[in-house]
Nanobody, 122 residues
Framework: VTLVESGGGLVQAGGSLRLSCVAS????????MGWFRQAPGKERECVAA????????YYEDSVKGRFAISRDYAKNTVYLQMNSLKPDDTSVYYC????????????????WGQGTQVTVSS
């Protein structure tokens, strides 16, 4: 599985960005997709995840009500709509795919994208 993210950039506080992650696979796609972020000196954390078949979602508490994860079956693409961005959201955002028992745990995702930088200015 190959994952390619796009959509990062520089935005002012209160603004919005939409990240995209396209998954390429030789077989049918049925993975849980997660969006993680990692700031310098901090651990990688899951901000949102979605189970491909059921649509069950997970959100980290600090992004609930501001971020929304969705998927497009036809395009094998997962999106992360980020609204009301804050400077604390500044990080490298990674897309990941796997079949984790617990959606928020990075170790459950064997496939990772290269990351996209999101910078929120105050």
């Amino acid at each position: 599985v190959t994952l390619v993210e796009s959509g990062g950039g520089l935005v002012q506080a209160g603004g919005s960005l939409r990240l995209s992650c396209v998954a390429s696979t030789r077989t049918g796609f049925s993975y849980t997709m997660g969006w993680f972020r990692q700031a310098p000196g901090k651990e990688r954390e899951c901000v949102a995840a979605i189970r491909w078949d059921s649509g069950t979602t997970y959100y980290e508490d600090s992004v609930k009500g501001r971020f929304a994860i969705s998927r497009d079956y036809a395009k094998n693409t997962v999106y992360l709509q980020m609204n009301s961005l804050k400077p604390d959201d500044t990080s490298v955002y990674y897309c990941a795919a796997g079949q984790p028992t617990v959606m928020a745990v990075p170790g459950g995702y064997p496939y990772w994208g290269q990351g996209t930088q999101v910078t929120v200015s105050s």
